[in-house]
């Protein structure tokens, strides 16, 4: 089974700052990882997938990047609608998280 | 508009059953494999079981092998995921999702709780 690790488990950032957060796979999955946002109370809604192509309606700020066993996700400018829990996912498994807050 | 509607989530004791069901519309239900994803509260998704299109192939997680059941009616749209010998490590929100291209999770229903509790 695929391992999959993010990091960090959680930041604090200000209104325009830029965040990057990893996902690391414990083997070469090429491009197919995929990204979550999910905010408090809410279901999780598919941002990114195969590693970089964002889905209709999300916000360009959002961007994805990697291959092989690195991945990022990364927000240019925080806004405060992104305070959420950020997933990464390959087939049938889930990244453990990063929860994203302002400062 | 693509919908998925989950129902069916409630409160039952140690080892009783409960039958889920997600009624899907505004796409093709019968062209897209399907899935159950678990998340308790505070935690990650947590994948359970899928189902072909068609209904012919299914497969589970190792923790509800021999206990769930996933099935669907494609002529009624709906998927169900029935439960049995429910433990307290159960309790969760379910949901269904679709999947999408690349083995992505495109569209989740709005989940159901289920709480084994005795």
């Known amino acids: 089974d695929i391992q999959m690790t993010q990091s960090p488990s959680s930041l604090s950032a200000s209104v325009g700052d830029r965040v990057t957060i990893t996902c690391r796979t414990s083997q070469d999955i090429n491009i197919y990882l995929a990204w979550y946002q999910q905010k408090p109370g809410k279901v999780p809604k598919l941002l990114i997938s195969a590693a970089s192509t964002l889905q209709s309606g999300v916000p360009s700020r959002f961007s994805g990047s990697g291959s092989g066993t690195n991945f990022t996700l990364t927000i240019t400018s925080l806004q405060p609608e992104d305070v959420a829990t950020y997933y990464c996912?390959?087939?049938?498994?889930f990244g453990p998280g990063t929860k994203v807050d302002i400062k | 508009e693509v919908q998925l509607v989950d129902s069916g989530g409630g409160l039952v004791q140690p080892g009783g059953s409960l039958r889920l069901s997600c009624e899907a519309s505004g796409f093709t239900f019968s062209s897209y494999w399907m899935h159950w994803v678990r998340q308790v509260p505070g935690k990650g998704p947590v994948w359970v079981s899928r189902i072909k299109y068609d209904g012919t192939y299914t497969n589970y997680a190792d923790s509800v092998k021999g206990r769930f059941t996933i099935s669907r009616d494609n002529a009624k749209n709906t998927l169900y995921l029935q439960m049995n010998s429910l433990r307290d490590e159960d309790t969760a929100v379910y949901y269904c999702a679709r999947e999408g291209a690349g083995y992505t999770f495109d569209y989740w229903g709005q989940g159901t709780l289920v709480t084994v509790s005795s």
């Open positions: 996912q390959k087939s049938i498994t």
